[in-house]
């Protein structure tokens, strides 16, 4: 393994919001603490900030342009990649990725090693085969791994690296609880949650992510006689003004439109996460990782979730309890109002942590360009 400074590329199409590029973030400062040479090539995004802020560097292309242009970009990343003297170049996204290999293979022998990772299940097709050509390919769960192994069966699986996504333990400590202004101001904001337990389903404004099914089950828990609460954290945004106004409806004519509350994304997740007495994960079609699950165990909060993708291996990994069949409603209920009469005792988490995604892709790179 090699102890001299590497310099590694991340490419992806921008940096917004999501797992890709928070994870690409991650892996950066994981680079620059390691003393290696970090570098992003994206299109930009309010991210570029925070990114250079902790010591990467950023070179904005349009590498995520879907047009035939984008093709014109491949001897400037060629030339790129030579005048970086780039040991890694890591893609995490299809087209960028595309652009990226077909630079890399008009470079000399050895040139820089292919790193890719799976995110999630792209669809099945010549276009996502280049994301497991990589030579190594980091999948971020069991799940995206045999999804890669099915549908490319060519594929090597020594070159299949499981390194699933982490949660950071001091943004997320175990058993934290916020102070009392916090909880007051939380409160007066949301006076409709106090005086009950408190639900919580963290998730963007896409009917995806579940939310209809947490108000039917609010409204199942209120039949049965469990006087609960309910958050959908991050479900207002711009343009899904009409998906909030369809989830209202539906509180209200489920009669439960005075104990649910709407928000925008908020930067306080911990807090709210560490209020909740259940924290939902409800998504469907089934979530390729599942961050939301070790984000709440990590603080010691209990999770249900539905029991498909990689929120079913982080249950079952980690808290079988919370473990229901997808999209059935009354074991979802049963189930729920256990949890929130009595949960089974949470342990400190001791993997799925950042420190470990982050030591991980760390010694994969040094593997790769050690060899």
């Known amino acids: 393994m090699t102890q001299r400074r590497l310099t590694v590329v991340q490419i992806l199409p921008a940096l917004r919001a999501g797992g890709a590029e928070r994870s690409t973030l991650e892996v950066g400062e994981a680079l620059v603490e390691a003393g290696h040479r970090s570098i992003v090539v994206s299109g930009g995004g309010a991210l570029v900030a925070p990114l250079v802020a902790a010591g990467s560097e950023h070179i904005e292309l349009p590498v995520g342009r879907k047009s035939l242009w984008s093709l014109a970009l491949v001897p400037r990343l060629r030339a790129l990649f030579t005048e970086l003297d780039a040991d890694v170049v890591h893609v995490r996204s299809r087209l960028p990725a595309w652009l990226a290999w077909r630079a890399l293979r008009g470079m000399p022998a050895p040139g820089p090693h292919f790193i890719t990772t799976a995110h999630g299940l792209n669809s099945p097709g010549w276009y996502s085969s280049i994301m497991a050509r990589g030579e190594r390919v ?27 996504r982490g949660v950071d333990v001091r943004e997320f400590p175990f058993g934290h609880q916020p102070d009392d202004d916090w909880r007051t101001r939380f409160f007066a904001e949301f006076p409709q949650l106090a005086g009950a337990p408190l639900m919580t389903l963290p998730g963007r404004g896409t009917r995806l992510k579940g939310h209809a099914d947490a108000i039917e089950l609010l409204a199942d828990l209120g039949a049965r006689g469990v006087d609960v609460r309910l958050l959908l954290l991050g479900v207002i ?46 998504s469907n079609p089934p979530e390729s990782f599942g961050r939301t699950v070790i984000e709440a165990l990590s603080l010691c909060r209990p999770v249900i979730g539905y029991a498909h993708g990689g929120v079913d291996e982080l249950l079952t990994d980690l808290y079988p309890a919370g473990r229901v069949p997808p999209g059935d409603r009354a074991r979802l209920t049963e189930r729920a109002a256990e949890l929130l009469r009595a949960a089974p005792a949470i342990a400190p988490l001791t993997r799925y942590r950042l420190a470990d995604m982050k030591a991980n892709t760390l010694a994969l790179y040094e593997q790769v360009a050690g060899a």
Do not use: F, K, W
């Open 237 to 282: 945004e711009p343009g899904r003004e009409a998906y909030v106004a369809e989830l209202e409806a539906l509180a209200r004519s489920r009669g439960v439109a005075d104990r649910v509350a709407m928000s925008v994304p908020r930067a306080d997740v911990a807090d709210v996460l560490a209020v909740s007495t259940l924290v939902l994960q409800l």
């Open 138 to 164: 980091i999948c971020v769960s069991n799940m995206v791994r045999d999804h890669i192994l099915r549908h490319y069966p060519d594929t090597d699986p020594a070159r299949l690296v499981l390194i699933p």
